[in-house]
């Protein structure tokens, strides 16, 4: 037996402890005895309670609030239609096809639905291919932190979100960020990062320029077009990739809600778009938009697909729902509103 159980155990028969909240109540208390991490940990809140405040999960928001500060959209979380088509389909679908997956997308976790349900979100945002992850945060994360390769550089504007930020730092690839919306700032570096790095003109690097739609915290476009302009006039051809997150536009821009880049006209001219599915959809995950070699590359070498258990089936058949009621009359009728 370890030192510290032994510890523990003769602790908790020396006080005669019973029942299971008093042993709870003993153990958390001796834990916090034994470990600094506690006072750490406690430190770390109250500074952030008296420079921000502090949240608690078991704090509810009053229901009867109106919503004006969700990500749900559309309303689409709580649409009546949405909610048929996702319990009739639940209804039809065979025991063995109802709940968990049963293994990572690469073993037994991979299924028809899956697969069609990809091929469904290929064709509605008109995209070479697409990949299916548990959250739009976890997208962004694993293209980031896998998909650059030796000597590829990244360039983000410097408030894209946080998921983005995390992929590129766990990338270890050299990084620069460009002010705000700025298409000049970009410029200049885009131009020191040629002159630094010689080798994506002598073609053995690629260049990832990473922006958002939307930023949702200034509530600002991306002058989206602009930047396209320049990177293609700036870098040789074929050493850009650019990257879109789409978390904030997706289901309210373009032709049915397929997005800013697609309401912009530059489905061509942009690499790789990240669609969010947990605010205008109504639901969770998100859906990466990209060639099909990354696609297989990213099954291959995520480790977040590779060793983590995929969707269960009742997310399928929401996400069809959901994509059922975009890509409708209702659709359109509730993006306008």
């Not at 034994?34 to 921000?52: F, M, W, Y």
Request: net charge negative.
């Amino acid at each position: 037996m370890p030192l510290l159980s032994c510890h523990l155990t003769q602790s908790i028969k020396g006080a005669g402890v019973s029942d299971d909240l008093t042993l709870y109540s003993h153990l958390s208390s001796i834990m916090s005895q034994l470990s600094p991490l506690h006072d750490s940990l406690q430190r770390a809140i109250t500074h952030r309670e008296k420079v921000l405040g502090v949240r608690y999960v078991d704090n509810l928001s009053p229901s009867y609030a109106p919503d004006l500060f969700s990500n749900d959209y559309l309303s689409l979380a709580s649409d009546q239609s949405r909610r048929d088509i996702f319990l009739r389909k639940v209804q039809e679908a065979p025991p063995t096809r109802l709940f968990g997956s049963t293994g990572s997308r690469i073993m037994t976790g991979n299924s028809s639905e899956m697969n069609a349900l990809e091929t469904a979100f290929k064709h509605f945002f008109g995209a070479p291919s697409a990949l299916l992850f548990s959250s739009g945060f976890s997208a962004n994360v694993s293209f980031l932190s896998n998909v650059p390769q030796k000597h590829d550089i990244i360039i983000y504007d410097e408030f894209v979100h946080a998921s983005c930020i995390d992929g590129i730092r766990l990338s270890s690839h050299p990084s620069y960020s460009f002010a705000h919306n700025s298409v000049a700032s970009l410029e200049a570096c885009i131009l020191g990062v040629l002159q630094k790095h010689p080798q994506i003109t002598r073609g053995t690097s690629t260049v990832f320029i990473v922006v958002e739609s939307l930023y949702s915290m200034d509530g600002d476009f991306c002058p989206l077009t602009e930047i396209v302009e320049l990177t293609e006039t700036l870098l040789p051809a074929g050493r850009a990739h650019i990257v879109v997150d789409e978390a904030h536009t997706t289901g309210l821009c373009g032709l049915n809600g397929t997005g800013y880049v697609s309401h912009l006209g530059l489905n061509d001219r942009v690499h790789t778009k990240i669609h969010v599915l947990s605010k205008a959809w109504g639901f969770h995950g998100g859906v990466l938009l990209t060639s099909q070699i990354i696609k297989d590359y990213l099954i291959n070498f995520t480790k977040s697909i590779m060793f983590s258990t995929e969707i269960p089936f009742t997310d399928i058949y929401a996400l069809q729902a959901s994509l059922s009621v975009i890509s409708s009359e209702r659709g359109q009728e509730v993006s306008k509103v």
